[in-house]
């Protein structure tokens, strides 16, 4: 999956991404017929077709249509290992130091009208990506992915040596696996022969990408996934048939839609009259789900590989900056936060705490129970801090000098667990003196907000989350928390930085890159770039009349195989 990214806190983004645990059986052999509904959540719109974003548009829930139209240069399994029959790249060989990498494509690989993938669409994607990239690049960049895998500041050439194999040659030795999958995965082939109009000026390329990414109709040409787009109405569906051409398992359902939904009450109805055939439930309508199960529904958790946090808007144009980039206050905000009350109130026990940049929930090699101690509730302790420091309380507002601690804090509206979960955390910060205003945001202008580095005008924002699948599959941190990661708020730190790179560099064995890992997670946890919040986990509902949905998914990376999906 090469999208991805950022995702809504409680709503479907975690449950189709982290349906089922099994591995990856023999799909039953049934016939094509029948319709896939997927809801999407609340408010959510599909708008960017190509699986290279700007970080406005860097959610979820478009990299679930991008996946299905564009074949990934790398697929990796819940186990986080390359599954070659799913790749682009059959074949990745590199030097000792770490340096020369030779991608060797699979020739099986064609696009919608016949034609081969080849190192021509390779070289397309990267030099767009690299204009795209640029300090200079055209609206609406700069791609998301930019230094991400040392994409491609850290690329010293790239070139073809032939139709089916690309070379990459490094400026500095990287970690073999970190280059793999957070800088080679991110360049998922497109289509020269359709999007090469100004191959001799790469700005201009850009741009022209940028424009056409966010029309439907660049999702209804050349495609080499399993899906084609052949509707997309915003507010209501986009429906996508079998790609006939596909080279990979062909899709057993004759349509698979993306549903609209207005609200968890509406997508609900849809469960209840069967309109929706894969969904979700919000934590507050657990009390109704003997509706669906009554009548054949299946209901079942499932997490991801990702974090969930509350944001503090460091960047230059927030006049909170010099506050939030206090450790002290990041502390007593963070010791205000409730996780326990949160998980067992309004998640209903479908959560697990979480103290750091990984989740304890799914297990995987990265987590470290040493390196994210718990950071216990306690709002004595919070108060005590910001006053040891200087801070006052008049009139119920934490003062300093001039600066106040009376803040907006931005949310996603239409899931009613958000909207109580920040609710919660206004009613304790008001016992420690902070005074929060609460405004609710759909989530595609929650995200256009949050990824403007020049708008001051939030300190906190509640109701996102990011998976771990993409720009950065190793959850090395670069993308978050270094001082120039494009999906960040602002935070900067040297030494943070210093521990990111170090988890870049080639190692002779993992034991040697784990404990650099280790020491990038304790330090992480610790410094609190973002307030950690608890990893929800999502109630999936799979109607009766679906197969393999809780089969066909991938509980770490989130990359749901629609087309192994079927409906009776």
């Given at each position: 999956?090469?999208?991805?990214?950022?995702?809504?806190?409680?709503?479907?983004?975690?449950?189709?991404?982290?349906?089922?645990?099994?591995?990856?059986?023999?799909?039953?052999?049934?016939?094509?017929?029948?319709?896939?509904?997927?809801?999407?959540?609340?408010?959510?719109?599909?708008?960017?077709?190509?699986?290279?974003?700007?970080?406005?548009?860097?959610?979820?829930?478009?990299?679930?249509?991008?996946?299905?139209?564009?074949?990934?240069?790398?697929?990796?399994?819940?186990?986080?290992?390359?599954?070659?029959?799913?790749?682009?790249?059959?074949?990745?060989?590199?030097?000792?130091?770490?340096?020369?990498?030779?991608?060797?494509?699979?020739?099986?690989w064609h696009w919608s009208n016949g034609s081969p993938v080849t190192s021509r669409d390779v070289l397309f994607t990267y030099n767009f990506v690299k204009?795209?990239?640029?300090?200079?690049?055209?609206?609406?960049?700069?791609?998301?992915?930019?230094?991400?895998?040392?994409?491609?500041?850290?690329?010293?050439?790239?070139?073809?040596?032939?139709?089916?194999?690309?070379?990459?040659?490094?400026?500095?030795?990287?970690?073999?696996?970190?280059?793999?999958?957070?800088?080679?995965?991110?360049?998922?082939?497109?289509?020269?022969?359709?999007?090469?109009?100004?191959?001799?000026?790469?700005?201009?390329?850009?741009?022209?990408?940028?424009?056409?990414?966010?029309?439907?109709?660049?999702?209804?040409?050349?495609?080499?996934?399993?899906?084609?787009?052949?509707?997309?109405?915003?507010?209501?569906?986009?429906?996508?048939?079998?790609?006939?051409?596909?080279?990979?398992?062909?899709?057993?359902?004759?349509?698979?839609?993306?549903?609209?939904?207005?609200?968890?009450?509406?997508?609900?109805?849809?469960?209840?009259?069967?309109?929706?055939?894969?969904?979700?439930?919000?934590?507050?309508?657990?009390?109704?789900?003997?509706?669906?199960?009554?009548?054949?529904?299946?209901?079942?958790?499932?997490?991801?590989?990702?974090?969930?946090?509350?944001?503090?808007?460091?960047?230059?144009?927030?006049?909170?900056?010099?506050?939030?980039?206090?450790?002290?206050?990041?502390?007593?905000?963070?010791?205000?936060?409730?996780?326990?009350?949160?998980?067992?109130?309004?998640?209903?026990?479908?959560?697990?705490?979480?103290?750091?940049?990984?989740?304890?929930?799914?297990?995987?090699?990265?987590?470290?129970?040493?390196?994210?101690?718990?950071?216990?509730?306690?709002?004595?302790?919070?108060?005590?801090?910001?006053?040891?420091?200087?801070?006052?309380?008049?009139?119920?507002?934490?003062?300093?000098?001039?600066?106040?601690?009376?803040?907006?804090?931005?949310?996603?509206?239409?899931?009613?667990?958000?909207?109580?979960?920040?609710?919660?955390?206004?009613?304790?910060?008001?016992?420690?003196?902070?005074?929060?205003?609460?405004?609710?945001?759909?989530?595609?202008?929650?995200?256009?907000?949050?990824?403007?580095?020049?708008?001051?005008?939030?300190?906190?924002?509640?109701?996102?989350?990011?998976?771990?699948?993409?720009?950065?599959?190793?959850?090395?941190?670069?993308?978050?928390?270094?001082?120039?990661?494009?999906?960040?708020?602002?935070?900067?730190?040297?030494?943070?930085?210093?521990?990111?790179?170090?988890?870049?560099?080639?190692?002779a064995t993992e034991a040697q890159f784990m404990r650099a890992f280790d020491t990038y997670e304790a330090y992480t946890a610790s410094q609190l770039p973002?307030?950690?919040?608890?990893?929800?986990?999502?109630?999936?509902?799979?109607?009766?009349?679906?197969?393999?949905?809780?089969?066909?998914?991938?509980?770490?990376?989130?990359?749901?195989?629609?087309?192994?999906?079927?409906?009776?």
């Amino acid at each position: 999956m090469k999208a991805s990214r950022i995702a809504l806190a409680g709503g479907l983004a975690l449950s189709v991404m982290a349906l089922m645990g099994a591995g990856r059986p023999t799909p039953n052999v049934i016939a094509r017929g029948g319709t896939l509904t997927v809801a999407l959540p609340p408010q959510t719109n599909l708008t960017w077709y190509i699986p290279q974003m700007n970080a406005a548009n860097d959610s979820v829930y478009n990299g679930w249509i991008q996946d299905q139209l564009f074949q990934p240069m790398i697929y990796l399994n819940d186990s986080y290992q390359i599954v070659t029959q799913n790749s682009i790249a059959q074949r990745i060989t590199s030097n000792k130091q770490g340096t020369i990498y030779h991608v060797f494509l699979n020739k099986k690989w064609h696009w919608s009208n016949g034609s081969p993938v080849t190192s021509r669409d390779v070289l397309f994607t990267y030099n767009f990506v690299k204009a795209a990239s640029a300090p200079n690049a055209p609206a609406p960049w700069p791609f998301v992915g930019a230094g991400t895998g040392d994409l491609p500041q850290g690329i010293k050439s790239v070139a073809a040596n032939g139709p089916y194999e690309v070379t990459f040659t490094l400026n500095h030795p990287a970690n073999q696996q970190w280059f793999e999958y957070n800088g080679l995965i991110q360049l998922t082939p497109l289509p020269a022969q359709q999007f090469d109009k100004y191959g001799s000026n790469w700005t201009k390329e850009a741009a022209y990408m940028g424009s056409i990414a966010t029309n439907p109709k660049t999702g209804m040409g050349l495609v080499d996934g399993p899906f084609r787009l052949t509707k997309a109405t915003p507010n209501q569906e986009w429906i996508m048939r079998p790609n006939e051409r596909y080279n990979g398992h062909k899709a057993s359902v004759a349509r698979l839609v993306f549903a609209y939904e207005a609200s968890n009450a509406a997508e609900f109805a849809a469960l209840r009259t069967g309109t929706v055939n894969l969904g979700y439930l919000d934590p507050s309508q657990l009390g109704a789900k003997g509706a669906l199960t009554s009548q054949g529904d299946k209901i079942f958790p499932g997490y991801s590989l990702g974090v969930f946090w509350t944001e503090m808007n460091m960047w230059p144009a927030s006049a909170q900056r010099s506050v939030f980039g206090q450790q002290y206050v990041r502390q007593a905000l963070m010791m205000s936060i409730d996780q326990k009350a949160y998980i067992h109130s309004i998640l209903h026990g479908y959560g697990s705490p979480q103290y750091g940049p990984i989740p304890q929930t799914p297990r995987t090699k990265f987590y470290n129970a040493k390196a994210e101690p718990a950071m216990a509730y306690n709002l004595t302790k919070a108060k005590k801090l910001l006053t040891s420091h200087g801070w006052r309380e008049v009139n119920g507002v934490m003062t300093k000098g001039k600066q106040k601690m009376n803040w907006t804090m931005i949310y996603v509206t239409g899931v009613q667990s958000t909207l109580q979960e920040v609710q919660l955390m206004k009613a304790d910060w008001a016992k420690i003196g902070i005074r929060v205003n609460l405004k609710g945001e759909t989530f595609g202008s929650f995200l256009g907000i949050t990824s403007n580095k020049k708008n001051g005008s939030w300190q906190l924002a509640e109701g996102s989350g990011w998976i771990y699948n993409g720009p950065g599959w190793m959850p090395t941190g670069g993308q978050l928390f270094s001082s120039t990661a494009p999906s960040g708020t602002g935070y900067s730190n040297r030494h943070e930085d210093y521990l990111i790179n170090q988890t870049h560099r080639p190692y002779a064995t993992e034991a040697q890159f784990m404990r650099a890992f280790d020491t990038y997670e304790a330090y992480t946890a610790s410094q609190l770039p973002m307030l950690w919040n608890a990893n929800p986990a999502a109630i999936n509902v799979a109607g009766p009349t679906l197969i393999g949905g809780r089969r066909y998914s991938n509980p770490v990376t989130g990359n749901p195989s629609f087309n192994m999906m079927s409906v009776k």
